[in-house]
């Protein structure tokens, strides 16, 4: 009895086991809720899923497995053109689409999007809602911001039938979705439990000397829980163009955190790690820092996070003078690998959609240098991103 | 019978749903949402509404698991055996319940609330898994194995600062209460003032939803300080059009104290307001 709903959330990595399944059939058995569709939707969720960023996925396997059962046709209309269109245009810059052009031009574009589309109606037949979100729309690979084109979200008010589940309104608390401000607070909670290591006690002498005098002199210890902040971190922002939005982003979510670390500093770059970097965003090009102070100054004890998509032309990493900006007397490849020789814990948080990481030869590049630890800038990408920083 | 809400408080159904489902089955129900969301106000009404007791086991960072179940007061022990008080021969005289030791001899099915089981230290959790999934401990000092009479109805709040383990997850039934809509929000409010003005109500919460809009802010206001703000403005008895006035000097809201809890909070707020001032002219 509803064994393939359990695999079914299995299957979308909603982290559920046979306890929490158990559960479910003894709420079914004492009858907690009776032929409600809506109700067993509220029970099997409040018994199966235990954390609110796993809502989302509960929500997309339930309507997966329940469009059998419950027949909810939804995108029998087709998405008017019109309407995509306007969207793109307001949603794209002039320089993206001047690179739309090179590509082929819009129509191309749409053309691909309709087909695949029609693709993933063929494998879901009935009940395809997961439009734009799950992954079809192809405007991420060519570097759109795929907020501001999704698809199923905005259609749905089309569609009056939708289920409280095919609402998704977790979607914001998914762990794997792009940083937003709706979930930078959870971001910043791995942030502190990336500052707060250990939580073993100490003896607390002072209190431990007056409570024993209170004590008419018999020994009463008292330990106190240890609260350090070791870490030490180097924050490297790329900045200037498309990474600029995420930056801000980024800084805030670091400067929020920053009361939590012992020692934070905050640096920027364009595109690659070249001999200078800035300090001051607004003023950049005055009081460059030399790279190599940065390699004297900090111990190799400081932790280094870098921000950028990396993406850009091969040779602006491997050629001498490839910077778009100054003419650089040595290749980023070199600057990147004195920083990840001196520094032992170097991390690259990337805002690119990892599914798209290997149509760019730049990232490729930037992953080897950065001995793979290339995460994206998503709750999960900071949570890896951290494990990878305090690997013993 | 289950539960639908108080008089003083506006259940959800999915909220119903889960608490109903934990006094079925009999486990610990875990509940987290945005500050200000009624978290801690559930189990009080529960109780209420139960018409059992309410035990309330507020953690803090330094809240160690065992005090959950006893502790044992050994420097008043020692000074008996100075004074030769004749009590210190009984090692059970100097055993003091924790509340869990109390929810579990109480007479009638009483709630547990243990609130805000994230502030305490990582382990915490972990130590109570045995306790909350056989509702059971020992008692080592005086050899005595406590059992609970009938399962507590428990009720844990968390205000997601620390990751749960697993384990402790897997004993709990979880529920996150959702940010109440517009329509909630009035069902809520008209609980706490009934005799509201309308007017004054439509201009209140659309201000308040406007500024839980505001991208950036540090602590959106929630519905504690929607209530606590109202019952400012009912206080004060300022009038409907005062809120809402876009012409007024002043652009924060009247008594925006309640609803904004900090400087740069304030500070972006006007700078916004200005902004979309000058825009409008």
């Known amino acids: 009895m509803l064994i393939n709903f359990f695999f079914t959330l299995r299957k979308h990595k909603v982290k559920t086991s046979i306890t929490e399944y158990l559960d479910l059939m003894a709420a079914l058995k004492n009858e907690v809720v009776y032929s409600d569709m809506d109700a067993f939707y509220y029970l099997s969720r409040t018994v199966m899923v235990k954390d609110e960023s796993q809502y989302d996925k509960f929500d997309r396997a339930f309507a997966e497995y329940f469009k059998g059962v419950q027949q909810v046709n939804l995108f029998d209309e087709e998405i008017p053109q019109e309407w995509l269109r306007k969207q793109l245009e307001k949603v794209l810059s002039e320089e993206e689409k001047q690179q739309i052009k090179a590509l082929g031009g819009l129509d191309e574009l749409m053309k691909t999007l309709e087909e695949r589309l029609k693709e993933q109606k063929e494998r879901h037949e009935g009940g395809n809602k997961w439009i734009g979100t799950g992954g079809t729309s192809p405007f991420g690979a060519h570097g759109y911001n795929p907020e501001g084109v999704r698809i199923g979200q905005d259609t749905n008010r089309n569609f009056s039938a939708a289920k409280v589940w095919d609402k998704r309104t977790f979607k914001n608390l998914s762990s794997d979705v792009e940083l937003g401000t709706r979930n930078i607070k959870v971001a910043l909670r791995r942030l502190r439990k990336f500052a707060r290591t250990g939580a073993s006690d100490e003896l607390d002498v002072g209190d431990t000397i007056s409570s024993t005098a209170k004590n008419a002199g018999y020994l009463d210890i008292k330990m106190a829980p240890e609260r350090r902040n070791n870490i030490k971190l180097l924050l490297f922002f790329d900045v200037g163009g498309s990474m600029d939005a995420h930056i801000q982003l980024c800084e805030e979510l670091f400067s929020a955190a920053h009361s939590e670390f012992k020692h934070i500093e905050f640096f920027y770059f364009h595109n690659c790690l070249y001999d200078g970097v800035w300090q001051d965003n607004h003023r950049r090009g005055y009081g460059d820092i030399d790279t190599y102070q940065i390699l004297h100054k900090y111990g190799s004890d400081y932790k280094v996070i870098f921000v950028g998509d990396a993406t850009m032309g091969p040779y602006e990493i491997t050629y001498p003078g490839g910077s778009v900006e100054h003419w650089n007397e040595e290749p980023g490849s070199v600057w990147m690998q004195r920083i990840t020789n001196h520094f032992e814990y170097c991390v690259w948080l990337n805002p690119q959609p990892k599914g798209y990481w290997h149509y760019h030869a730049s990232i490729q590049i930037m992953l080897d240098l950065m001995k793979n630890k290339m995460y994206p800038l998503t709750l999960e990408g900071i949570t890896e991103a951290i494990k990878a920083l305090l690997k013993k | ?281």
């Open chain 2, 1 to 281: 019978m289950g539960f639908i809400g108080t008089e003083n408080y506006i259940a959800s159904k999915e909220l119903q749903l889960a608490v109903n489902a934990a006094i079925t089955l009999e486990k610990p129900l875990l509940i987290k949402g945005e500050p200000g969301t009624g978290k801690t106000m559930l189990a009080e009404e529960l109780a209420g509404a139960l018409n059992t007791n309410l035990l309330q086991w507020h953690i803090k960072s330094t809240t160690k698991a065992q005090q959950g179940l006893y502790e044992y007061d050994a420097v008043s022990r020692l000074r008996d055996s100075q004074l030769g008080d004749e009590k210190v021969k009984d090692i059970g005289n100097y055993i003091v319940k924790g509340k869990l030791w109390e929810a579990f001899t109480a007479e009638h099915r009483p709630v547990l609330l243990i609130d805000e089981i994230d502030k305490a230290d990582i382990e915490f959790p972990n130590d109570l898994l045995l306790e909350l999934d056989k509702m059971e401990f020992f008692v080592y000092e005086t050899q005595q194995r406590i059992v609970a009479k009938q399962r507590p109805i428990v009720i844990i709040t968390s205000n997601n600062e620390k990751e749960l383990p697993d384990a402790f997850l897997r004993r709990c039934f979880f529920h996150y209460i959702q940010f109440p809509n517009d329509e909630e929000m009035r069902q809520i409010v008209q609980v706490h003032f009934p005799d509201l003005k309308k007017g004054l109500l439509d201009n209140a919460l659309k201000s308040f939803f406007q500024l839980r809009e505001v991208n950036g802010l540090k602590k959106k206001p929630s519905t504690s300080e929607l209530i606590d703000w109202l019952k400012l403005l009912v206080a004060d008895d300022i009038p409907p059009e005062a809120i809402s006035d876009k012409d007024a000097k002043n652009a924060l809201p009247p008594l925006y104290g309640a609803l904004l809890k900090n400087e740069q909070d304030i500070h972006l707020f006007e700078k916004l307001m200005f902004m979309a001032r000058r825009n409008a002219n």
